[in-house]
């Protein structure tokens, strides 16, 4: 077969990416013909993304195809990460910059919505893990403090509808990005009317769910005038990140543990139908949509955030060190010596992390560590541990063990950690592909196009078409000790 040629736009929270991705008919490859910022900034006060550059360099990642031998792209599709959103007006024009999910505005908001409805109850509702920055907590922080937005709104579309909006006119909401808001009844998986009415939300500010595969349109006349001759249609992949990545993991069963490693760690499991229970809501699971309506059932965990903002500032100290090095420094020190809860609200914000691991360690009666590999071999042993952790409250709520862990993303790289995940958790762990977000999007097209018949092939395709790398338990007694003393911390 001649190869389908895709564009997928992928974009994090500090950089975004074209990458064009060829499909032989046995095996994905790509080709990243553009790179960009899409740091947020801070206008009067308030933490926001700067969308209308974001859109613009993703205007210029098509243009590049037009202007190369991958003017012949088939379709377009964006993924981006969760929860945040921006407000459309009656005439069609973007009323705002989108908020930044970590902006201060929804600060002790999840108290404040309790008079609304019950943690309880709109667990029982949502499925969703209780995060501050949950959309359903950021529309009430803007009708409390900035309701001229939601009154004169025509739609509130999330960050990848928004794109494709601007490129197409057409205004959907996908499944999986609209799952990650606190807005969806998790089992009929539709805008949930009842929590809308709880919060004097109007329906009609939200688009019609889209499953991904579904075909938007072509890009408009006047974006085409702009960037070149694209004939190419724009579709709806799985639009959350995470959901992209999650359909790249080249599972060997459908029983398997994913953790898409980055800044953020996200951790599950694929299940068909979401998994709301009194123990969930303890733990604070979260049911999210994945593509062929699965749910990811999964809990976000800090990630590779403490060693990138440790990095951060030991180069403002002058020490400008590679995560490699990091990495050895972090092997050549002693085990176990100090434990963290990557979770604790001290390490969620930008800053001098180190510091504040030794006034941790220091406050719970723990050797505080001295240089930098103490530090880092802190950090991976912690993260290991609450990998550890997590894959057990997955097991207890499923009802029994999965015996595998696959690792996705940026963090298959941290080969160290790799292995104290496989040593922690006590079963194998398979790490590939490092770009599984972009793998996943570019599957989800060749799905759409029909060259790809279903996920279960798909993983087939991507695990053909990139390197895996698997890491067996060791010295799993000494993590067992360690892991006694790591529910002490997390269960003050």
Not at 74 to 88: A, L, R
Not at 461 to 480: C, F, H, M, R
Request: hydrophobic share 40%.
């Amino acid at each position: 077969m001649s190869k389908l040629k895709m564009l997928a736009i992928d974009l994090g929270a500090s950089s975004g990416r074209g990458i064009v991705g060829s499909f032989d008919g046995e095996k994905i490859s790509l080709e990243v013909n553009h790179r960009f910022p899409s740091e947020p900034v801070t206008v009067a006060g308030t933490f926001t993304w700067d969308v209308l550059r974001i859109f613009h360099e993703i205007k210029n990642s098509i243009r590049k195809c037009a202007l190369s031998e991958n003017k012949d792209i088939k379709s377009i599709g964006i993924d981006t990460w969760g929860v945040d959103f921006g407000f459309i007006d009656k005439k069609g024009k973007l009323m705002a910059n989108p908020v930044h999910y970590r902006d201060s505005r929804t600060d002790g908001i999840i108290d404040y919505c309790d008079k609304f409805i019950k943690k309880e109850e709109l667990y029982g509702i949502t499925g969703l893990q209780f995060l501050d920055f949950n959309t359903i907590y950021q529309l009430a922080a803007s009708m409390r403090d900035e309701p001229v937005y939601v009154n004169n709104a025509d739609k509130m579309l999330f960050i990848p509808d928004l794109l494709n909006y601007f490129l197409t006119g057409e205004k959907l909401a996908e499944y999986t990005i609209a799952s990650t808001g606190a807005i969806l009844d998790a089992k009929g998986r539709c805008i949930s009317k009842e929590l809308l009415s709880r919060f004097g939300i109007p329906e009609s500010l939200f688009a019609p769910i889209v499953q991904p595969g579904n075909r938007i349109g072509k890009i408009l006349p006047e974006i085409l005038e702009d960037v070149g001759d694209i004939t190419a249609d724009v579709v709806n992949v799985a639009a959350h990140d995470t959901a992209s990545a999650v359909l790249a993991v080249p599972a060997k069963s459908d029983d398997f543990i994913f953790l898409s490693s980055g800044t953020w760690s996200i951790m599950g499991s694929e299940v068909k139908e979401p998994i709301i229970s009194d123990a969930s809501f303890k733990y604070n699971f979260t049911n999210e949509g994945g593509i062929e309506n699965t749910i990811r059932f999964s809990k976000n965990i800090t990630g590779l955030w403490l060693k990138e903002e440790s990095k951060r500032q030991w180069a403002r100290e002058g020490k400008d060190y590679t995560h490699d090095q990091l990495s050895d420094m972090a092997l050549a020190s002693k085990p176990f010596q100090s434990l963290i809860d990557p979770d604790d609200a001290l390490f969620a914000t930008p800053g001098n992390l180190p510091r504040r691991i030794a006034e941790y360690c220091k406050n719970t009666n723990q050797h505080i560590p001295e240089n930098e590999g103490e530090i880092m071999r802190c950090i991976f042993e912690s993260l290991a541990l609450r990998y550890k952790y997590t894959a057990n409250c997955i097991d207890e709520l499923k009802g029994s063990k999965t015996p595998f862990v696959n690792i996705v993303g940026g963090g298959t790289r941290e080969t160290l950690l790799n292995q104290f995940a496989a040593d922690a958790c006590g079963r194998p762990v398979i790490t590939g592909p490092v770009e599984a977000t972009a793998m996943g999007n570019l599957a989800a097209q060749a799905i759409a196009a029909g060259e790809i018949k279903d996920v279960k092939e798909a993983r087939e395709v991507i695990a053909n078409s990139t390197e895996l790398g698997q890491y067996e338990p060791k010295n799993t007694a000494d993590w067992d000790a360690a892991y006694e003393r790591f529910l002490k911390l997390i269960e003050k």
